[in-house]
């Protein structure tokens, strides 16, 4: 729709009017009127009617756009108010389009932002809601087997009690990782940051992860040892647990009979920390996601592994808590290698 400015639209009606007036006035010259008076008159006619028609157009746009206008400008964007700006009548209407632009470009971003959050919250409860859901229904399954007569059998309720157990301790995982990550997110969970050496701290989590490797038959190994201790300032207790993460998750997804190296590398003031394995590998298009609570590349067979779907989430966390990066490749049937950074102890 075309518009026009108050100053156009006065002008127009002001030549209306000036054209009626040299109506009339042309009647007055034909019976003798003096020329003089009539061109005066039709000139003090148009500067009137246009400087009048002038004001009363702005006055009246002013006083409904002005009430929109200041309703945007205290409309919180984001958290916070558009700049207080001290505008006059002559600046209104030249500044109101751009930043009613910006208001509703800063509006459709929130929108699209309360959107990705509501998808996240869905995915997120039905993520839950289907992990605990397996442990939930082989206790409440065992349980009832016991109560119908297997509790009189010894070997029956043994293995059943046992089960049981199992499936317990993987909703206190579920439960105890996600109240990490809250930890994290939030801003609750300190870090004791400390000197120590990162090469010896891989040692103690090869060797505790040394029969979950040796059951796949796969060698966890440190590639070109340095000689000297490499030492960095860290979170000690929350390293080993980012550590431990990776090493598991590339002991499960490694190949049989297979290798998982670990490989340091020295930038400026970083290390540079590497868990590679030679096992299933990932799709370029679901690394992006890797990271994300809860994702599977292949769920059903994430779940024989075992785990929470939660680990590289709490990996993610930790790393980024210490002001540190995570970088994940990967090839389909070569491997995946992740790779942190740590800042080096002065």
Same mark, same amino acid.
């Given at each position: 729709?075309?518009?026009?400015s108050?100053?156009?639209?006065?002008?127009?009606?002001?030549?209306?009017?000036?054209i009626? =007036?040299?109506?009339?006035?042309?009647?007055?010259?034909?019976?003798?009127?003096?020329?003089?008076?009539?061109?005066?008159?039709?000139?003090?006619f148009?500067?009137?009617?246009y400087?009048s028609?002038?004001?009363?157009?702005?006055? *009246?746009i002013?006083?409904?756009?002005?009430?929109?206008?200041n309703?945007?400008r205290?409309?919180?964007l984001?958290? @916070?108010?558009?700049? &207080?700006?001290?505008?006059?009548?002559?600046?209104?209407?030249?500044?109101?389009?751009?930043?009613?632009? &910006?208001?509703?470009?800063?509006?459709?971003?929130?929108?699209?932002?309360l959107?990705?959050?509501?998808?996240?919250?869905?995915d997120?409860?039905?993520?839950?809601?289907?992990?605990?859901?397996?442990?939930?229904?082989?206790?409440?399954?065992?349980?009832?087997?016991?109560?119908?007569?297997?509790? /009189?059998?010894?070997?029956?309720?043994?293995?059943?009690?046992s089960?049981t157990?199992?499936?317990?301790?993987?909703m206190?995982?579920? %439960?105890e990782?996600? &109240?990490?990550?809250?930890?994290?997110?939030?801003?609750?969970? @300190?870090?004791?940051? %400390?000197?120590?050496?990162?090469?010896?701290t891989?040692? &103690?989590?090869?060797?505790?992860?040394?029969?979950?490797?040796?059951?796949?038959?796969?060698?966890v190994?440190?590639?070109?040892?340095?000689?000297?201790?490499?030492y960095?300032?860290?979170?000690?207790?929350?390293?080993?647990?980012?550590?431990?993460?990776?090493?598991i998750?590339?002991?499960? *997804?490694?190949?049989? @009979?297979?290798?998982?190296?670990?490989s340091?590398?020295?930038?400026?003031?970083?290390i540079? %920390?590497?868990?590679?394995?030679?096992?299933?590998?990932?799709? @370029?298009?679901d690394?992006?996601?890797?990271?994300e609570r809860?994702?599977r590349?292949d769920?059903?067979?994430?779940?024989?592994?075992?785990?929470?779907?939660?680990?590289?989430s709490i990996?993610?966390?930790?790393?980024?808590?210490?002001?540190?990066?995570?970088?994940v490749? =990967?090839?389909? /049937?070569?491997?995946?290698?992740?790779?942190?950074?740590?800042?080096k102890?002065k």
């Open positions: 729709m075309r518009t026009y108050s100053t156009l639209l006065s002008t127009i009606v002001s030549v209306i009017l000036t009626l =007036s040299l109506f009339f006035m042309l009647l007055a010259y034909a019976y003798g009127d003096n020329i003089i008076v009539f061109v005066l008159t039709t000139l003090l148009f500067l009137a009617s400087f028609i002038l004001f009363i157009l702005k006055k *009246y002013n006083d409904r756009v002005r009430p929109i206008y309703t945007i205290d409309l919180p984001s958290g @916070k108010k558009m700049e &207080e700006r001290s505008l006059h009548s002559n600046s209104l209407l030249h500044n109101v389009k751009d930043e009613v632009e &910006e208001w509703a470009k800063t509006q459709l971003k929130e929108i699209e932002r959107k990705d959050l509501e998808r996240y919250r869905k997120f409860v039905g993520n839950v809601s289907h992990e605990l859901k397996t442990p939930i229904f082989n206790i409440q399954g065992y349980v009832l087997t016991l109560l119908e007569g297997g509790m /009189d059998d010894p070997k029956i309720n043994h293995r059943y009690l089960r157990e199992k499936s317990i301790d993987r206190v995982s579920i %439960v990782d996600l &109240e990490s990550i809250t930890k994290l997110e939030s801003g609750e969970l @300190k870090l004791n940051l %400390v000197k120590f050496d990162i090469v010896k891989v040692e &103690e989590v090869i060797e505790m992860e040394h029969l979950h490797a040796a059951e796949r038959k796969i060698k190994q440190i590639i070109d040892r340095p000689e000297k201790p490499v960095v300032k860290a979170d000690k207790k929350r390293m080993i647990e980012v550590l431990t993460n990776l090493t998750n590339a002991i499960k *997804y490694g190949r049989k @009979k297979g290798h998982v190296n670990i340091f590398h020295h930038m400026e003031d970083n540079i %920390v590497e868990v590679a394995d030679d096992g299933i590998g990932m799709e @370029k298009k690394l992006p996601r890797i990271f809860f994702f590349v769920k059903s067979r994430s779940r024989e592994q075992g785990g929470t779907g939660l680990g590289l990996v993610k966390h930790i790393i980024e808590a210490h002001n540190q990066s995570i970088n490749r =990967s090839v389909v /049937d070569k491997g995946t290698t992740f790779n942190f950074t740590l800042e102890a």
